[in-house]
């Protein structure tokens, strides 16, 4: 079936704008992850929304990154007056979260974020 | 100290080698441990996972855990060059919501 999209693939911003990036999570999937990776790092947790329950924002860096998902299905991240330090590829995962079970999450293909 | 580590590398082997890598995790509450690899430019793609302490193999892959030392390896029997890519290792902790990654290892596996 179907994996997890994002869009767009790639985004390309001036310093001081918004932007909104996508993720389709797999269906039937109830949880669904934003990570961060720059350039030679390890993915850095944003946010986790779990089905109807208040999501998990411990991860995002600062008050200029937002989530939200509608419908417990499609999620949008949105950063606001974008830096440069925002640069990054910005993934999407999803999991069919089982409580207190292992939680195999799979990727999208990211979004790559460009803030000139 | 960082939650997850493992030494950057790049580990390199030859064809044909086992391929060692190793990850260790600080907090022991850590229930699970998954081991993701990812292409240069590639999104990280699923190899396997572990929450038994002991080893677990799947084809050439084998995951070993050993709680009482708090440290995860992936081991890659007869390595092959399109094995080249870096392996993150990542924890899971049951009272929590996300994975927990490592930086990341790269394997270089040559002709």
């Known amino acids: 079936g179907a994996g997890v999209s994002q869009s767009p693939s790639n985004k390309v911003t001036e310093k001081g704008k918004d932007v909104e990036l996508r993720c389709d999570p797999i269906s039937g999937h109830t949880a669904l992850y934003w990570y961060r990776q720059s350039l030679g790092q390890g993915l850095e947790f944003l946010i986790y929304f779990q089905g109807n329950s208040a999501p998990d924002k411990s991860g995002l860096p600062s008050d200029r990154f937002s989530a939200e998902r509608t419908g417990g299905s499609v999620s949008t991240l949105t950063i606001q007056r974008t830096q440069q330090e925002d640069s990054a590829v910005y993934l999407c995962?999803?999991?069919?979260?089982?409580?207190?079970?292992?939680?195999?999450?799979?990727f999208g293909p990211g979004t790559r974020l460009t803030v000139l | 100290q960082k939650e997850v580590e493992q030494n950057s590398g790049p580990l390199s082997v030859p064809e044909g080698a086992i391929a060692s890598l190793n990850c260790t995790y600080s907090d022991r509450g850590s229930q699970s441990f998954f081991w993701y690899r990812q292409y240069s430019g590639k999104s990280p793609e699923l190899i396997m996972f572990?929450?038994?302490?002991g080893d677990k193999e799947d084809g050439r892959f084998t995951a070993q855990l050993n709680k009482a030392s708090q440290y995860v390896s992936l081991l890659i029997r007869d390595s092959q060059p399109s094995d080249s890519a870096t392996y993150l290792c990542a924890s899971f902790t049951g009272g929590g919501n996300k994975l927990t990654f490592g930086t990341g290892t790269q394997l270089k596996v040559e002709l």
């Open positions: 995962a999803s999991s069919s979260h089982r409580t207190g079970g292992a939680d195999t999450q799979y």
């Open positions: 572990i929450y038994s302490n």
